[in-house]
């Protein structure tokens, strides 16, 4: 289902991505509670590994980050950790990745975050010639090319991708 762009209300995400000059397109579909990518990319016609998740996450410290991963894979926490140089990493829980970010939890995007976050990027996403990412609410997906992680977020490429249990 593509939804005329007119018909979604604008995010912050939305703002931020036009006013950086971003080609993308906005795509709707009908939110599932619990129904994750696979539900997106079904309704889309999107390959799943192309439908990008944004986890908020914080380290034992308490510091808040942003992973961007695969849709049909997990994040390995222990690697993450290990990138990062820390003892441990995990979800927020759904209070605080919406107090860091403005978004809720199934609506959140990396763009235009209420609290600019570092963001790590699966660095297997920049081999894909476009991805759907959420932008900013749930049930809409912006379409577009990989690069802008890199160029609006300062992505940090990261190798913590594993197949799911």
């Not at 709707?28 to 908020?56: R, W």
Request: with cysteine; charged share 20%.
């Amino acid at each position: 289902m593509n939804s005329d762009e007119a018909d979604i209300p604008v995010t912050p995400a939305i703002r931020m991505l036009r006013e950086q000059g971003v080609a993308f397109d906005l795509m709707s579909y009908t939110y599932a509670e619990h129904g994750g990518t696979g539900n997106a990319a079904a309704q889309l016609g999107a390959p799943e590994h192309a439908v990008i998740k944004t986890i908020v996450m914080e380290t034992d410290a308490k510091a808040p980050l942003i992973c961007l991963m695969h849709g049909d894979r997990v994040i390995s926490t222990k690697q993450l950790a290990r990138t990062l140089g820390v003892k441990h990493i995990g979800p927020c829980t759904q209070e605080t990745a919406t107090r860091h970010t403005g978004y809720m939890i199934g609506g959140t995007s990396p763009f235009g975050t209420r609290k600019e976050l570092p963001v790590y990027v699966e660095a297997t996403i920049f081999d894909l010639p476009e991805i759907w990412i959420n932008a900013g609410r749930r049930g809409v997906l912006a379409r577009m090319k990989p690069e802008a992680l890199e160029s609006l977020l300062k992505g940090v490429r990261v190798n913590v991708a594993t197949a799911p249990f």
